[in-house]
């Protein structure tokens, strides 16, 4: 049956085996094609045919409907009676057809491993769930769909440079990244690491500090542990703080060339990884140094592919630490002739209720262009209970806001 539409197109019942619909809503997802489009072509491959193709199983086919150019349908209907095949057949073979034609494009991975420094020095803001998060976004199935978007408040500040409130987000259904992630807990506080569900490493056995230090007891990749969670396969692997980390400034000290020693140390793992996130302390010393020297820009890199992510809160402490962060980074591109990206701010622990000091913060770091905020993560029960848990959010509650908003990180940094 069909039911005329104001446009050019009209709709069109039928029916189409469940694992055909959802095959086709991702790989319509993947490729950046509207479902109805892609039925509208493999309705017309399949009319072009010189013989039938091979009988498809439709035992089960659930109620589908989609909009179609006028009389395609009626043209369709008319093919299958011609070939004596049933309608219901007909469209299975069609939108077969349409995705052996249109295979799943391959992943996106970036050309030169990309290298996230998470950071500001003020404690509390929220670096390791950004981090965390931001990681487990990156590292989602390909094969999948997922809740993305972003609440219509901070759509509409984006555009408008302004905006004072979060509300229910706007989302869609989109394919994971698929990318091969791995975290670095780089504070020695090691909260990245309980909050994932392993264990701090041991103060006498090896560690990234010694690996700095210069004094290794073995290999990097051999600390490096998974995080697991179905959706994101064997991609996101965990590289577990250690409290010798809390020593790091005073062995960097007598470190030739420290500036360059995380960088030293994680280079043997870059080629394993599409993304490296560094989840930086609350710190001003030398191992900040080394986290901005490790993700600047290299010779030949594209411009914000790697760089540092800043993690605020809506409030003054942020803003006045944001300053001290900001003028650091500054030094070091000046001093030691580099290019760091500023791959944007990120506001997190939102909430509007908390009244004034929230939303004019809100607004004040809408309204710095560059660098541009980037994500607007609410203050939800989600997150807190995930760390309770020792799981990743996105496992824990992949539909929630906090989960829908991170996502939209990720796709705006990717």
Same mark, same amino acid.
């Given at each position: ?17 469940? !694992? ?27 009319? !072009? ?32 009676? !011609? ?332």
């Amino acid at each position: 049956m069909t039911s005329p539409t104001s446009g050019d197109r009209e709709k069109i019942v039928s029916k189409l085996p469940g !694992s055909l619909q959802q095959e086709l809503k991702i790989r319509t997802a993947q490729r950046g094609i509207d479902i109805q489009h892609a039925v509208e072509e493999g309705i017309q491959a399949w009319s !072009s045919l010189g013989s039938n193709l091979a009988t498809i199983d439709t035992t089960g086919a659930k109620s589908y409907s989609t909009w179609l150019p006028s009389g395609q349908w009626d043209r369709f209907r008319t093919d299958c009676a !011609s070939r004596g095949v049933p309608l219901v057949q007909g469209l299975a073979q069609s939108v077969s057809l349409w995705l052996d034609t249109n295979p799943a494009p391959g992943v996106q991975r970036p050309v030169l491993v990309k290298r996230l420094i998470v950071c500001n020095q003020k404690g509390g803001v929220g670096k390791t769930a950004v981090t965390a998060g931001t990681g487990q976004a990156f590292a989602e199935d390909a094969d999948q769909l997922f809740a993305v978007g972003v609440s219509k408040h901070f759509a509409q500040a984006r555009a408008e440079g302004g905006g004072a409130a979060i509300d229910e987000p706007i989302h869609e259904q989109l394919p994971g990244l698929g990318l091969r992630v791995l975290l670095v807990d780089y504070d020695p506080q090691g909260h990245l690491t309980r909050q994932l569900g392993h264990e701090l490493l041991s103060h006498d056995g090896d560690s990234l500090t010694n690996h700095m230090a210069g004094t290794a007891q073995g290999k990097l990749s051999d600390l490096v542990v998974a995080v697991d969670g179905e959706r994101f396969g064997d991609r996101l692997h965990l590289l577990p703080a250690c409290t010798d980390a809390f020593l790091l400034d005073v062995k960097l000290s007598g470190v030739r060339a420290r500036e360059a020693a995380l960088e030293r140390a994680l280079t043997p793992l870059e080629d394993e990884y599409d993304a490296i996130l560094i989840d930086c302390p609350p710190s001003l010393g030398l191992s900040m140094d080394t986290a901005v020297y490790y993700g600047r820009r290299r010779d030949g890199e594209a411009p914000g592919n790697s760089g540092a992510l800043v993690v605020v809160q809506a409030e003054d402490s942020s803003a006045d630490a944001y300053g001290l962060l900001t003028s650091q980074i500054d030094d070091l591109r000046a001093d030691m002739a580099i290019d760091l990206d500023y791959l944007g701010i990120v506001i997190n622990h939102y909430d509007a209720r908390r009244g004034f000091i929230a939303t004019s913060s809100l607004e004040s770091w809408m309204a710095i262009r560059d660098p541009r905020v980037v994500g607007l993560i609410g203050d939800l029960k989600e997150q807190k209970e995930a760390v309770r848990m020792k799981q990743p959010l996105l496992d824990y509650a992949p539909r929630c806001q906090q989960s829908v908003a991170i996502r939209a990180l990720a796709r705006e940094i990717a």
